[in-house]
């Protein structure tokens, strides 16, 4: 539907895809990973430094965005990339699942959502229009449609009337979309656990048409069995040629998981919020830098790793660090883990492109035991 | 006393002094600053930024390294260069004036001090010659005197004793140190306010002979002006052809005005604790990044600042960061300081080798009226 904003699929493995989307701030590399940057920073990393990890695009959060500092204030500094000093790609979700999940609502109907803001308990009322027209202001690179996220478990009935609510407001956002050269507007496949609700929902979807589609509504608690159980069947009914992208997953091993049953998009806190407690991400699995066994090991977290700790610190240094409460701790633990997945990423492009996926999948899913709980 | 060890006066203006030492780990163009790095960390930095401010040498603290993670923890990675990866000069204090402030002190006589641990309350007894052991394991390239700091104000009778408790301390110290090529001792002068006592502890610790000497027991409450009324006499009786080292000082105006009393080295957390509390140093004064009044402004928080934030960011996006409670700005601002705080160093310099440093100083400390108390 926009001219520039394409995506380009490469080569497939399996049901692995290699592509790659073309937008207004440059290319997006597929299978990719979208490190989360909430209130527009990446918590407690330099863009700079997520530039050098490799990631080829950030999210952003709407409901964030339009509490603190506000949608006309981003838009007077030019949009958000601007604001915040990132000139790569910028995908913002549609507030709806911060709404239902941070926010004190006050109403829902069909209309929209009214609600209070968890930081200052001002009130809001959000329709698809205002979603749409503040990622507008915003300047998103990629705007998400405006969803209604039930919480899990939900019943059929449940699941079918925010199904039907979603398709809905997709309608109203893709009718509020102002189209630009080079920016994109996806619709989110919703329907809970329940195939037939799922169909349905992608089915309607597909009518209306977007740039890209999204599976909302997993992750929220299922476990990885059930969600893979969902990704056997969905992405292959939706169309082959835009992208697909699984909201908020996940550990590296649903990345994986995923990636094999046929998606290309991914964002998750994941990477940040382990940083930000100690905990790292390694090729042995997962690793507690608090852990008293990592008092006096002078090795790096990852001997092959090309971030910033690992080329300059032990485990014991970060082991002190973290013990001591230092942010330092947060910093370079975070930025490790955002150089960690990227290279994930990577792999999984290399290995597809290299008809060797489903081989590197098989091994990954299987090593997936942390020694450490993250 | 040790061959690599020196220091050369190149320049003076006045009673200000260019000079260069060199140590075992490079060489550290004076007046200079230097970071506190308290637990192994500059709090909220990461090194490589430190290096790109221009610093030459940060400050260790012997208490917290010897609490956590331990001397012997240290010396097993190779000293502290090595432990928190930081390849140029290191300065560590002796410890006595933490013990004295934030230690419960169970007893102090001239043996040494005995106390508890502000973390776990582990005991711990402390005498000049542990202390000067620990800087040892440590690696310091510049250790300092173990020396007996008390509060202020005190009497003449409590400072008279504080003072030569130090220096046998001191004359203890220098027996205990090791020399090793390139590596430094340096005293401590004591004396509180009272210029007879601080005399006599100048003539006492010089006939002992130390590589650089330090002034302590200042910048603990008596205010600027009596600090300068103890700086207009004591550097000019310290030996020429050494380091002067004012300790824990300070803000900008006080290490301008020590600079034109003849002082030659500074440490101090300010920078690094302003930043992470949203103040920002600039050549406007000290700005409060809160202050609703940054909220739309786009320019950068200094123009001619080469720091990441001042390249990359505008006040609007700090100040957001800031009211946020985003880590990042504590980390964008700390940096930005410790900038400001290397380029006034530098600035500093470059006005005593061209004598024109009176005049330079003369309209810094007229202009120091922040806009923003900091």
């Not at 940057?37 to 999210?59: E, F, H, M, Q, Y």
């Not at 996220?149 to 009935?157: N, S």
Request: aromatic fraction near 10%; glycine fraction near 8%.
């Amino acid at each position: 539907m926009n001219n520039n904003f394409s995506f380009s699929l490469q080569d497939c493995d399996g049901s692995a895809r290699l592509g790659v989307i073309n937008t207004a701030h440059g290319q997006i590399k597929t299978p990719a990973f979208m490190p989360v940057g909430t209130s527009a920073t990446v918590k407690v990393i330099k863009n700079i430094d997520i530039l050098n990890s490799g990631a080829d695009i950030i999210l952003g959060n709407t409901y964030h965005l339009m509490l603190r500092p506000g949608a006309e204030l981003i838009e007077k500094a030019g949009g958000l990339h601007k604001f915040m000093g990132w000139n790569k790609p910028i995908l913002t979700d549609s507030g709806g699942f911060q709404v239902m999940s941070l926010s004190n609502i006050r109403k829902i109907n069909d209309e929209g959502v009214e609600f209070s803001s968890h930081i200052d308990g001002t009130k809001y009322f959000v329709t698809p229009e205002k979603s749409i027209s503040i990622q507008y202001q915003l300047g998103s690179t990629i705007t998400m449609a405006f969803d209604e996220c039930i919480a899990f478990p939900a019943t059929y009935e449940d699941s079918k009337k925010a199904m039907i609510r979603s398709f809905e407001w997709a309608y109203r956002s893709k009718n509020n979309f102002v189209t630009r050269n080079g920016y994109g507007l996806f619709g989110i496949v919703q329907g809970g656990v329940y195939r037939e609700l799922r169909e349905e929902s992608a089915k309607k979807l597909i009518e209306i048409g977007f740039d890209g589609y999204a599976i909302g509504g997993l992750a929220v608690g299922e476990g990885q069995e059930i969600m893979f159980e969902v990704l056997d069947y969905l992405p292959a009914i939706l169309p082959k040629d835009k992208p697909r992208y699984l909201m908020g997953v996940g550990k590296p091993s649903d990345i994986v998981g995923a990636v094999s049953r046929g998606v290309d998009m991914f964002d998750c806190v994941i990477p940040t919020r382990s940083g930000r407690t100690g905990q790292a991400f390694t090729s042995r699995g997962a690793v507690n830098i608090r852990n008293a066994k990592y008092r006096d090991d002078f090795s790096p977290l990852e001997s092959d790793c090309k971030c910033y700790a690992c080329v300059n610190h032990s485990m014991a240094y970060l082991h002190h660090l973290a013990k001591s409460n230092e942010i330092l701790a947060s910093m370079l633990l975070s930025e490790h883990n955002i150089f960690y997945y990227q290279k994930l990423m990577s792999d999984i492009r290399y290995h597809i492109s290299k008809k060797t996926f489903t081989s590197f999948a098989k091994s990954f899913i299987a090593d997936d035991i942390a020694d450490e709980s993250c």
